[in-house]
């Protein structure tokens, strides 16, 4: 068995990161999206004029969820209906915002781990993992709402990346430097390897989102289950179908992100690949953690 104050590190954060993720998707979730029925008939958003001006929509009718969509966006567009400039654009904030999060994760952690005193200190100290899990979902919460309000967004975006780089170095503690290098390094390859796969895909992959937020549902339920019965198969079964899930959620973030997001919601497509990443790296730390054990 593991001990219980590992344990209850690791699920406590397990919780916040995974709560984050939930919280967050209710956001891409208000988004309606075409299906394939639709493309099939030849169905799509209005143009600019149907729904600035009220003209009856061939092709969505007035008052549809669809149309009061693009009613609210018209103005703003989607990422891949927009020119060349502000897609790369976009790309090039979104990435270097997402590049500045995981850097300082990185560096925050790293600091954590090699700086004498520290690690024992923050094992004894439970209060630490709640304070920075739960702030971290108190200024989340905020960035939800001022997602667009500028430079509160990026404010609170650097708040909050400080306050999960703190709660994932207090879970790295837990674990011997080789395991902690070798689960960032398959992560850099599965989130390289999900990016290539999903841009060169033509599969609509938002149908499938439904089903993953229910897989998430299932994580926070069994996430409970681990700490009752302190099971090494269940904690490896768990972080194996942990590691999948958000896997899946990389690839459905990246495609959202490519094709449905508007420019104007870069904070909300950092935070989702940010907490994809992240959560993939640490049920890979768990599967490698069991697994040397073994």
Same mark, same amino acid.
């Given at each position: 068995?593991?001990?219980?104050?590992?344990? /209850?590190?690791?699920?406590?954060?397990?919780?916040?990161?995974?709560?984050?993720?939930?919280?967050?998707?209710?956001?891409?979730?208000?988004?309606?999206?075409? *299906?394939?029925?639709?493309?099939?008939?030849?169905?799509?958003?209005?143009?600019?004029?149907?729904?600035?001006?009220?003209?009856?929509?061939?092709?969505?009718?007035?008052? *549809?969820?669809?149309?009061?969509?693009?009613?609210?966006?018209?103005?703003?567009?989607?990422?891949?209906?927009?020119?060349?400039? &502000?897609?790369?654009?976009?790309?090039?904030? !979104?990435?270097?915002?997402?590049?500045?999060?995981?850097?300082?994760?990185?560096?925050? *952690?790293?600091?954590?781990? !090699?700086?004498?005193?520290?690690?024992?200190?923050?094992?004894?100290?439970?209060?630490?993992?709640?304070?920075?899990?739960?702030?971290?979902?108190?200024?989340?919460? =905020?960035?939800?709402?001022?997602?667009?309000?500028?430079?509160?967004?990026? &404010?609170?975006?650097?708040?909050?990346?400080?306050?999960?780089?703190?709660? !994932?170095?207090?879970?790295?503690?837990?674990?011997?430097?080789?395991?902690?290098?070798?689960? =960032? !390094?398959?992560? =850099?390859?599965?989130?390289?390897?999900?990016?290539?796969?999903?841009?060169?895909?033509?599969?609509?992959?938002?149908?499938?989102?439904?089903?993953?937020?229910?897989?998430?549902?299932?994580?926070?339920?069994?996430?409970?289950?681990?700490?009752?019965?302190?099971?090494?198969?269940?904690?490896?079964?768990? =972080?194996?179908?942990?590691?999948?899930?958000?896997?899946?959620?990389?690839?459905?973030? &990246?495609?959202?992100?490519?094709?449905?997001? /508007?420019?104007?919601?870069?904070?909300?497509?950092?935070?989702?690949?940010?907490?994809?990443?992240?959560?993939?790296?640490?049920?890979?730390?768990?599967?490698?953690?069991?697994?040397?054990?073994?």
């Amino acid at each position: 068995m593991r001990p219980l104050r590992q344990t /209850s590190f690791c699920s406590v954060s397990n919780f916040g990161l995974i709560f984050a993720s939930l919280l967050f998707r209710f956001k891409m979730a208000t988004i309606p999206l075409m *299906s394939d029925q639709d493309l099939e008939e030849g169905l799509g958003l209005p143009d600019y004029d149907d729904a600035t001006k009220g003209n009856k929509s061939k092709r969505a009718p007035r008052g *549809s969820q669809l149309y009061r969509f693009a009613e609210n966006t018209a103005s703003m567009g989607m990422v891949a209906q927009a020119n060349i400039a &502000i897609r790369l654009g976009f790309l090039r904030k !979104v990435f270097g915002i997402l590049s500045f999060q995981l850097i300082s994760t990185i560096v925050l *952690s790293t600091a954590l781990y !090699v700086t004498p005193g520290v690690r024992g200190f923050v094992q004894q100290q439970p209060w630490i993992m709640l304070v920075t899990c739960f702030g971290s979902i108190g200024v989340l919460i =905020a960035m939800f709402v001022n997602a667009r309000t500028v430079p509160l967004n990026y &404010i609170l975006l650097t708040i909050w990346t400080i306050m999960q780089a703190l709660t !994932v170095g207090s879970v790295v503690l837990f674990y011997d430097v080789e395991i902690v290098i070798q689960a =960032a !390094v398959l992560t =850099a390859v599965a989130v390289t390897g999900l990016f290539i796969f999903t841009l060169q895909s033509k599969r609509d992959f938002q149908k499938h989102y439904a089903l993953l937020f229910s897989c998430t549902a299932i994580l926070l339920v069994g996430m409970f289950l681990q700490v009752v019965f302190m099971s090494r198969t269940f904690d490896l079964i768990m =972080a194996i179908f942990g590691a999948i899930v958000f896997a899946a959620y990389l690839v459905i973030d &990246i495609d959202f992100i490519m094709h449905h997001s /508007s420019p104007e919601d870069y904070i909300i497509a950092c935070i989702n690949l940010y907490l994809d990443i992240i959560n993939l790296f640490l049920r890979l730390l768990q599967i490698l953690n069991e697994l040397n054990r073994n």
